[in-house]
């Protein structure tokens, strides 16, 4: 693999180091300024790679290896580190906490952008808007930091930063708390008939053409059957859950709209209740759905588990979004593959019920499958058809081709596609539509080549998945801010696409997301890649030979013999036993040993038919 994710990440965080220059006073910012989700996508730039890679990790002052603390030298020594990051940790927690109320604060900020046509400035009240991605992030960001603080605390002598542990860890639960209780009332449904707009539109995605018939109709729901009923088990919007079973003529969407849904029920814990005014549409964007999955996903993690990171309160709210994470991923997924032939995440680019287009639709789509098809262990030809969108995508979005003059691809990396969030508008009258922007092809194609060669067993698959993960790697590489204090940083689009603006300052948004595919290559380099079956056969070939061998000349009294020759009998023994080990999950190095057995057994019997002179 050409991503090599130890000395990458020791280069990310000494660009980072420099950037904040944290020897003074922390600089947050980067070229959008300060928000509840870029502070948190810097911090987890900092805490997710340990809990990846063991040896990077600065938790436990005596082991922290050398170029882990040359690549975090302006944050001190050793000692110095890990209590650093617990202030930076207190400090994003106090900030994100509204004063009034004491709950956290979740405003999307500089990330929300008004319509590209429209001159005006948003609101501060739209700005201060509360969104999906802070929800979500604010869900790995908290997890990442609990398991950071308790795996450090031990290591802590001094009573005044222990209490100090003690109060960010409470805060940190606080958030996580609030995060996953908002998540919950974003959750949306969308009912529409099937004759309708959205309903045709839906399916002509399903069906692969502009044909609508209430057959069709029907066949679609009974596919989503399952997700029906789950539906009225999860008890959100009963009324239109009603409807929806009862009219067979009704089609339906479900997943994460951009932030709390209007009219969306209080929920209530032990201690409070998150009653946060909704100002979203009930319809699932494509976008915050997949960023919903990730960040709940996190929640149900083995690490997580293993950490038993959640209390009463957070696991009763995690009851909810599983069951809400497992519909949503249930409807995507069974949409995207519906029929036999030809799927539809397979006819680029992706169509969504409001009727756009987008091969960035496409690649969000493949994460909610891909995820489906891993959860029910799918077979490596299904896998083969997902990594072929992988490839298709990679063309069409001209990070394996070089772009066309005036190529309208390249508008997918910068400005990104703009998609309006409906009701935002609301929040005070006569002010500008707000939109987030969509903008990060090539990372979301990294990490999906990346975790979709993880699931293959298939070799030549896996090895097909990690040439396309080479590809998108190399041209992020190309995106790296070159020049300034920023250098090593992402992202520079101009880079690749002279065309494009130059970029000066770094993005957090976009080089968390590189962090997260380098967290990925981690994971499926230290996974054990499947064996191959030509390769484990030629293996089993070779040891039924070897133990044939080696059983012979036990039966011929070798191994009292003098010490030379029992010294190599007893060396093959060895290695026939480790070999034996390996076979099932490394038949290469298997091979490997039993060919030196084979050839230490050839020699004693060369030996003794010179000196027999058979």
Not at 14 to 25: L, N
Not at 555 to 574: F, M, Q, V, W
């Amino acid at each position: 693999m050409r991503l090599q994710p130890r000395q990458e990440l020791l280069s990310v965080w000494k660009a980072i180091s420099r950037w904040c220059d944290p020897s003074r006073e922390f600089d947050w910012k980067d070229r959008s300024g300060r928000n509840s989700i870029s502070d948190a996508e810097l911090l987890l730039c900092l805490l997710v790679p340990p809990q990846k890679l063991d040896g990077i990790r600065f938790d436990r002052p005596d082991e922290t290896k050398p170029d882990v603390c040359a690549a975090l030298s302006p944050f001190g020594g050793a000692v110095e580190i890990p209590q650093r990051i617990v202030q930076l940790l207190g400090e994003y927690l106090e900030e994100y906490t509204d004063p009034a109320t004491g709950l956290p604060v979740f405003s999307g900020g500089s990330y929300l952008t008004p319509a590209p046509e429209d001159g005006r400035e948003l609101e501060p009240e739209q700005l201060a808007l509360e969104v999906v991605d802070s929800f979500a992030t604010s869900v790995v960001f908290s997890t990442a930091a609990i398991r950071f603080l308790r795996a450090y605390r031990p290591q802590v002598q001094r009573r005044s930063h222990q209490e100090e542990i003690d109060r960010v860890e409470t805060e940190a639960k606080k958030r996580l708390t609030a995060a996953m209780a908002a998540l919950q009332r974003s959750f949306s449904l969308s009912v529409f008939r099937g004759d309708s707009r959205e309903g045709k539109a839906m399916c002509a995605t399903a069906a692969g053409s502009d044909s609508y018939s209430a057959n069709l109709v029907s066949q679609l729901r009974t596919a989503l059957s399952d997700v029906m009923a789950g539906l009225r088990e999860l008890g959100t919007e009963p009324e239109q859950v009603a409807a929806l079973l009862e009219n067979r003529d009704l089609l339906f969407e479900c997943g994460w709209s951009w932030g709390i849904v209007q009219g969306a029920e209080p929920v209530k814990t032990a201690t409070t209740e998150y009653a946060q005014p909704g100002w979203a549409e009930s319809a699932p964007y494509l976008y915050f759905t997949v960023v919903a999955v990730d960040g709940i996903r996190d929640l149900f993690s083995r690490e997580s588990r293993l950490a038993g990171l959640l209390d009463e309160e957070q696991q009763n709210l995690a009851r909810t979004l599983n069951l809400q994470l497992d519909l949503a991923q249930r409807y995507w997924s069974t949409v995207a593959t519906y029929g036999g032939d030809r799927w539809p995440v397979e006819d680029l680019p992706w169509r969504t019920t409001d009727e756009e287009e987008s091969d960035y639709y496409s690649l969000l789509v493949v994460s909610l499958v891909r995820h489906a098809l891993n959860d029910r262990g799918a077979p490596d030809t299904d896998l083969a058809r997902i990594a072929r969108v992988l490839e298709d995508l990679a063309d069409r979005g001209r990070i394996r081709r070089r772009p066309l003059s005036d190529d309208s691809a390249i508008r997918l990396h910068h400005p990104g596609a703009w998609v309006r969030l409906v009701g935002a508008e609301k929040v005070v009258a006569g002010a500008p539509e707000v939109g987030w922007r969509l903008g990060e092809l090539p990372t979301l194609l990294l990490g999906r080549s990346l975790a979709v060669a993880g699931q293959a067993n298939d070799h030549e698959l896996r090895a097909r998945l990690l040439r396309l993960a080479d590809e998108a790697w190399r041209h992020l590489e190309r995106r790296r801010l070159r020049d300034g204090r920023g250098a090593g940083l992402w992202d520079d689009p101009h880079n690749v696409f002279p065309s494009l603006p130059r970029r000066t300052e770094p993005s957090w948004y976009h080089t968390t997301r590189v962090v997260q595919c380098m967290g990925t290559a981690a994971d499926l380099i230290s996974g054990k890649p499947p064996p191959g079956q030509a390769l484990s056969a030629a293996a089993e070939q070779l040891l039924v030979e070897a133990e044939d061998v080696f059983d012979e000349e036990q039966l011929r009294g070798s191994g009292e013999g003098g010490p030379a020759l029992k010294d190599s009998l007893n060396r093959a023994g060895i290695n026939l036993r480790r070999a034996r080990g390996l076979l099932p999950t490394r038949p290469g190095t298997a091979a490997a040993l039993l060919v030196d057995v084979l050839r230490e057994l050839d020699k004693l019997a060369a030996a003794r038919e010179h000196e027999t002179g058979d």
